[in-house]
Each structure stands twice: as C-alpha cells, then as structure tokens.
C-alpha cells in the first residue's frame, strides 16, 4: 500500500526521516539523472522556496520509504514560475491567484521505483501523486495548479486523465521545448484518475489526531 503524506514545510522537522529522504531523492533525480544545475549541500537539493513553508505531498510506501514528492506553493507569494522562469516564455505568464497554486519539483525516487502501473500504462505513485494534489485543491478551494512540464509528459499526462491547458511555450532549455500549463481541479478529474488508476476513495494518509 502507497499513500500520501501532507507536509507542511514549516513543520518537516516532526518527520526528519522522510524529509531526509524527499531532499535525497531530488538530488537523485534533479541532479544526477537529469543533470539540472540545482543546488546540493549534505546530500539534499534544495532551493529557497523550500524555505518558504511550501505543502509536500509525500508518496510513503509500506515501509514507510519515501517512493516520490513533490511541492506545492501558494501564487501569491513568489514562484518558481514567476522568478526563475519570469522570462523565459514566448507569451508573458503573470498568475497570481490565492486560488491558484504553483506545483514544483515533481519526482519519482528511481532507488524506490517499482514496476506497479495503472490499467493505462501509468507508475501508480505518480497517478497517487497528482490525484493527491487534486484532492488537496478541492479541500482547500483551489481552481487550479500552475506548473511547467516537458513534451514527454503530456502523453503521461492524457493516460492519468488530468491533463493542462497550455499556456505558452519555450526553447531556451535543453533540446526540447518546454512548457507552462494549468491543471483544472474539479470532482470531475478527481473522479476520472481514480477510475483511471482502480484507486477508491482518497489516497491522503490520515493523520492520527
């Protein structure tokens, strides 16, 4: 059984295990297989906005290993999008929305990665993954998620059944383009990932009160 643990960034020293684990994980995968320039110190990638008390959705096995993450960071405040890639798009991409959040850093832990797929071909944590996030907006009454993605993705994207409208695209990094897009949230979505991945019910790990 996979689940997803909620973390907020403010409160990651009440899980040091797991948080050691996600940083080490994007190092791994960041870094060393797709040889993005990030900054590692101790083991961990980790940039400034990870100081900024952003939301980790955290993909915890049996075992209580970390299988995958990703973050999650409120519009109004700065972004990734809004900074790093300020202006790097072919039309200007300037969202700020307290409904609208910006999803970053999503990876899968190679060490942790299972052969588990969906029904459609899909790595079950990453179908977990983002039906967590769609799960998260509806609580907290989010629209939409922001986030930048590359071509290979989309078809990934299609096969989970939540895909992006595309916003605007750019050239300026590697050899292919990439691009920036919104995720709707909607019942609708949420209701056809679970169908699409044989999940019932929510993947959220519930914390004990």
Known sequence: MIMIRAVQGDDRGQCPALIDEMFRGRAAVFRDKLHWDVQVQDGWEVDRYDGLNPLYLISVDADGHVRGSLRLMPTTGPTLLGEV?????DEPVDIRSATIWEGTRFCIHPHRNGSVLTSTGVNLVTSE???????VGLSAGLTQIIGVYDPRLIRIYRRIGW???QLAMSTRYRTSPIYVGLWDISETALATMRDRSGMVGSVLQVEPS
Do not use: G, I, Q, T
């Not at 890639?85 to 798009?89: I, Q």
């Not at 993954?129 to 799960?135: D, G, P, Q, V, Y």
């Open 85 to 89: 890639f300020a202006h790097d798009f």
């Open 129 to 135: 993954l983002f039906m967590a996030m769609c799960e």
């Open 163 to 165: 895909s992006p409208e």
